[in-house]
Protein backbone atom coordinates (compact mmCIF):
# COMPACT_ATOMS: atom_id res chain seq x y z
CA UNK A 1 0.00 0.00 0.00
CA UNK A 2 1.36 3.73 -0.31
CA UNK A 3 0.00 6.56 0.66
CA UNK A 4 -0.32 9.70 -1.32
CA UNK A 5 -0.32 13.66 -0.45
CA UNK A 6 -0.70 16.33 -3.18
CA UNK A 7 0.59 19.74 -2.98
CA UNK A 8 0.97 22.71 -5.05
CA UNK A 9 -2.48 24.08 -6.10
CA UNK A 10 -3.90 27.45 -5.75
CA UNK A 11 -5.28 30.50 -7.80
CA UNK A 12 -3.64 31.85 -10.87
CA UNK A 13 -4.36 33.70 -13.71
CA UNK A 14 -4.78 32.31 -17.19
CA UNK A 15 -1.54 32.01 -18.82
CA UNK A 16 0.43 31.07 -15.65
CA UNK A 17 1.87 28.09 -14.57
CA UNK A 18 1.82 26.18 -11.72
CA UNK A 19 3.68 23.41 -10.55
CA UNK A 20 1.84 20.51 -8.64
CA UNK A 21 3.53 17.53 -6.32
CA UNK A 22 2.58 14.28 -5.56
CA UNK A 23 4.65 12.62 -2.19
CA UNK A 24 4.30 8.84 -1.43
CA UNK A 25 5.42 7.26 1.59
CA UNK A 26 7.14 3.71 1.25
CA UNK A 27 10.43 2.36 -0.38
CA UNK A 28 9.00 0.84 -3.93
CA UNK A 29 7.95 3.90 -5.60
CA UNK A 30 9.45 2.85 -9.05
CA UNK A 31 7.25 0.09 -9.14
CA UNK A 32 4.53 2.35 -9.56
CA UNK A 33 2.79 3.61 -12.16
CA UNK A 34 1.50 7.16 -11.26
CA UNK A 35 -1.24 9.08 -12.69
CA UNK A 36 -2.27 12.17 -12.74
CA UNK A 37 -6.46 13.58 -12.76
CA UNK A 38 -8.34 16.42 -12.93
CA UNK A 39 -11.94 16.42 -11.90
CA UNK A 40 -13.90 19.98 -12.23
CA UNK A 41 -16.90 20.60 -10.20
CA UNK A 42 -20.05 18.30 -11.29
CA UNK A 43 -18.16 16.58 -13.60
CA UNK A 44 -15.82 13.17 -14.08
CA UNK A 45 -12.84 12.24 -12.85
CA UNK A 46 -10.47 13.04 -16.37
CA UNK A 47 -7.38 11.41 -17.15
CA UNK A 48 -4.25 14.28 -17.47
CA UNK A 49 -1.04 12.31 -17.39
CA UNK A 50 0.36 9.20 -16.49
CA UNK A 51 4.29 8.08 -15.88
CA UNK A 52 5.03 4.63 -16.19
CA UNK A 53 6.98 2.11 -13.54
CA UNK A 54 10.54 1.81 -13.77
CA UNK A 55 11.39 5.06 -16.05
CA UNK A 56 9.20 3.52 -18.68
CA UNK A 57 7.94 7.60 -19.84
CA UNK A 58 5.20 9.58 -19.73
CA UNK A 59 1.46 9.44 -21.48
CA UNK A 60 -1.15 12.47 -22.08
CA UNK A 61 -3.97 13.16 -22.70
CA UNK A 62 -3.92 15.29 -26.02
CA UNK A 63 -5.62 18.36 -24.62
CA UNK A 64 -2.26 18.86 -22.39
CA UNK A 65 0.47 17.43 -24.78
CA UNK A 66 2.80 19.78 -25.00
CA UNK A 67 1.37 22.04 -22.60
CA UNK A 68 1.78 20.05 -19.27
CA UNK A 69 4.77 18.13 -18.34
CA UNK A 70 4.60 15.19 -15.82
CA UNK A 71 7.47 13.62 -14.13
CA UNK A 72 9.12 11.59 -11.66
CA UNK A 73 12.02 11.09 -8.60
CA UNK A 74 12.03 8.12 -7.74
CA UNK A 75 14.97 8.98 -5.09
CA UNK A 76 12.53 11.48 -3.50
CA UNK A 77 9.44 9.16 -3.84
CA UNK A 78 7.66 12.17 -5.32
CA UNK A 79 6.05 13.07 -8.96
CA UNK A 80 5.16 16.48 -10.39
CA UNK A 81 2.81 17.93 -13.15
CA UNK A 82 3.60 20.84 -14.42
CA UNK A 83 1.23 22.67 -15.68
CA UNK A 84 2.03 25.93 -18.61
CA UNK A 85 -0.24 27.99 -19.91
CA UNK A 86 -2.98 27.65 -17.72
CA UNK A 87 -6.72 28.13 -18.89
CA UNK A 88 -9.97 28.52 -17.15
CA UNK A 89 -11.67 26.07 -18.13
CA UNK A 90 -8.51 23.70 -16.22
CA UNK A 91 -10.32 24.37 -12.70
CA UNK A 92 -10.38 21.19 -10.89
CA UNK A 93 -9.22 19.44 -8.55
CA UNK A 94 -5.92 17.70 -9.32
CA UNK A 95 -5.34 14.18 -7.92
CA UNK A 96 -2.36 11.54 -8.60
CA UNK A 97 -3.03 8.07 -8.37
CA UNK A 98 -0.97 4.79 -8.27
CA UNK A 99 -1.06 1.44 -9.48
CA UNK A 100 1.47 -1.38 -8.97
CA UNK A 101 3.14 -1.94 -12.59
CA UNK A 102 1.88 -1.13 -16.02
CA UNK A 103 0.09 -3.36 -17.27
CA UNK A 104 -3.20 -1.76 -17.27
CA UNK A 105 -5.17 0.96 -19.15
CA UNK A 106 -3.34 4.64 -17.13
CA UNK A 107 -6.01 6.35 -18.63
CA UNK A 108 -8.57 5.10 -16.62
CA UNK A 109 -9.20 5.96 -12.79
CA UNK A 110 -11.00 2.64 -12.48
CA UNK A 111 -7.44 1.04 -12.28
CA UNK A 112 -5.94 2.77 -10.08
CA UNK A 113 -5.90 1.50 -6.42
CA UNK A 114 -4.64 4.31 -4.47
CA UNK A 115 -5.43 8.27 -4.69
CA UNK A 116 -4.46 11.38 -2.76
CA UNK A 117 -6.63 13.66 -1.29
CA UNK A 118 -6.43 15.95 -4.25
CA UNK A 119 -5.43 19.77 -4.72
CA UNK A 120 -7.44 22.95 -5.92
CA UNK A 121 -5.99 24.71 -9.15
CA UNK A 122 -8.12 27.73 -9.84
CA UNK A 123 -7.30 29.45 -13.11
CA UNK A 124 -9.26 32.83 -12.97
CA UNK A 125 -10.13 35.11 -16.21
Known amino acids: QVQLIESGGGLVQAGDSLRLSCAAD????????LGWFRQAQGKDREFVAALYWRAGGAKYADSYQGRFTASRDDDKNTAYLQMNSLKPLETAVYYC??????????????????WGQGTQVTVSS
Open 26 to 33: GQTFDLYT
Open 97 to 114: AARLGGAFDVTSPAAYYF
